[in-house]
């Protein structure tokens, strides 16, 4: 389903769809399409009559026409329902409702991000499948509850990272308004870990990734493809690097041909094939915050969105008696064992404690906001998440880059970003705990 022409008296959308048929069944049938508004009155229809089909799946295009249409925004998400019907023999045997949202948007070299016609910043966060306690299992209201605090934060982009959503966590991000970037794949054919998606790349991507694309294609908050993030390709395979993003870019445009693809790429060389490969709509970083100035200049004509940035490291409510504008960098690198931090595995929410691949969260903030050329960032992470909790090891298990915790609770630096991704007035005093007389405390 596509918006083949649309202006602000009138849509043209163009439905493509596939009926199987048994020519035991009837000889008849007809296809009847209802446009419905937000509100369920039938706004526009188109009835097509279909005769003398050979048994199998047989594709039909229907083109309906709304007038003076409402586009789908963050700040007024309006989503229409097309209810199709088939009819066999006057009965109507199938019936699917499916929602869908009209709306112009691109990305551009010098202006970033443009949604309706007028430019954005996607003030985006990367968010882990998992709900904290709650685990893995998709939960609707959980859900919800994050995608709520997100957006009171002045959040209006998610990145999936790094699996395909459950369909209703998209369907939440349709009605609330969120600009998503929809990733596939964390592994290509090279490891990272023994046991991971390498092992059956080759049989199943394509089947994979088909069926994403055709399973999530009709959400309005899906704006971006990502086909993988930190390849191993980036730097053990030039050949699979070159034709990897190639194959997966073509997949997109069969299926889909109206939303742009990018790569999470963390290795910044002219030498990576991944990072130069021509099939890809959007260069994406992860991280390298000092390079997201000189893009224009290393990158001509292309577009550019960082990915995934900062990876800053704080616990909720812990300060160490530290200078607030200190810095600490744990750990040292990201291939040196860590031996420090503090002993019972907390780290300050001063803001002032970050990985060596990353940065604070305003050092990342200031500069994706000062360059218009740069279309938004999504943030590691919104939330805590289970597992990889940088830069300690067992038994610590949860992360630390949430900018909310694992309960739900915000961090301090929740409210920097509410301070400048929101109109609210926004006041926050920290650190916010007892302290010993004598201590010198530094007050934010």
Request: with cysteine; net charge neutral; glycine share 6%.
């Amino acid at each position: 389903m596509r918006a083949g022409q649309l202006s602000e008296k009138r849509a043209v959308v163009d439905l493509s769809l596939e009926i199987e048929h048994n020519p035991e069944e009837s000889k008849k049938i007809t296809l009847l399409t209802e446009v419905l508004s937000a509100q369920g009155a039938v706004l526009a229809s188109k009835r097509t009559t279909l005769n003398a089909l050979k048994a199998g799946l047989h594709p039909l295009d229907q083109q309906i026409v709304l007038i003076n249409p409402i586009l789908w925004g963050i700040e007024n998400p309006y989503q229409y329902t097309a209810k199709i019907k088939l009819i066999v023999d006057g009965q109507v045997v199938d019936e699917q409702l499916t929602k869908f949202g009209l709306r112009n948007f691109s990305f551009d070299q010098q202006q970033g991000f443009m949604l309706n016609g007028r430019p954005l910043k996607i003030r985006g966060v990367c968010l882990h499948s998992d709900l904290g306690a709650l685990g893995m299992a998709f939960n609707r209201s959980a859900a919800l509850r994050q995608l709520r605090i997100m957006k009171e934060m002045g959040v209006n982009g998610i990145r999936t990272s790094h699996n395909p959503a459950a369909p209703a966590f998209l369907d939440l991000c349709d009605s609330l308004g969120f600009v998503v970037m929809s990733e596939t794949f964390d592994v290509w054919k090279g490891r990272k870990n023994p046991y991971d998606y390498h092992l059956y790349w080759d049989e199943w991507y394509k089947r994979d990734f088909v069926d994403h694309i055709k399973r999530d294609r009709n959400h309005p908050s899906l704006f971006i493809w990502c086909l993988g993030n930190e390849a191993q390709e980036q730097w053990h395979s030039k050949a699979d690097g070159a034709a990897i993003p190639i194959a997966l870019a073509a997949i997109v445009d069969s299926l889909d041909g109206t939303r742009p693809t990018t790569i999470a790429n963390n290795e910044l060389s002219k030498a990576n094939p991944v990072l130069m490969s021509s099939a890809v709509d959007l260069i994406g970083y992860n991280y390298n915050h000092k390079k997201w100035a000189s893009f224009p200049q290393d990158h001509p004509e292309k577009k550019f969105i960082v990915t995934e940035s900062t990876s800053a490291l704080e616990s909720r409510g812990t300060y160490d008696l530290v200078p607030y504008d200190s810095s600490r960098m744990w750990p040292e690198r990201w291939d040196i064992p860590f031996s420090g931090g503090n002993k019972d595995r907390n780290i300050s929410a001063y803001d002032n404690v970050f990985t060596p691949w990353g940065s604070n969260h305003q050092t990342s903030l200031r500069l994706m906001e000062k360059y218009d050329h740069i279309a938004g960032m999504y943030v590691w992470t919104g939330f805590d998440y289970l597992g990889e909790p940088t830069p300690y090891t067992w038994p610590a298990r949860s992360s630390y880059f949430g900018i909310v915790d694992l309960a739900g609770f915000p961090k301090d630096v929740y409210y920097l970003y509410q301070s400048v991704w929101t109109e609210k007035p926004v006041l926050h005093v920290l650190p916010h705990w007892n302290w010993k007389q004598g201590d010198r405390v530094d007050i934010v």
